[in-house]
């Protein structure tokens, strides 16, 4: 795999692009807790994930192979 910098504008700032396509590069994992309850009794808890990431690195680093070009 190979290591990819974050080229920073002149100014300091990144665009949301740039930020975008570097996580997805690395993978990102979303988490959240959701508890639905009725006068202070639990009704339904929801514990969720989610993975965000393009398939060839994930693939990659998961051990597996990756696609063929």
Do not use: F
């Amino acid at each position: 795999m190979t290591s990819r910098s974050l080229v920073v504008r002149p100014g300091g700032e990144a665009t949301l692009v740039d930020l975008l396509d570097r996580l997805l590069e690395r993978g990102v994992v979303l988490s959240g807790q959701l508890v639905l309850s009725v006068a202070d009794v639990d009704l339904v808890y929801l514990d969720l994930r989610a993975l965000l990431g393009s398939i060839e690195p994930l693939v990659q680093a998961a051990g597996g192979r990756g696609t063929s070009s």
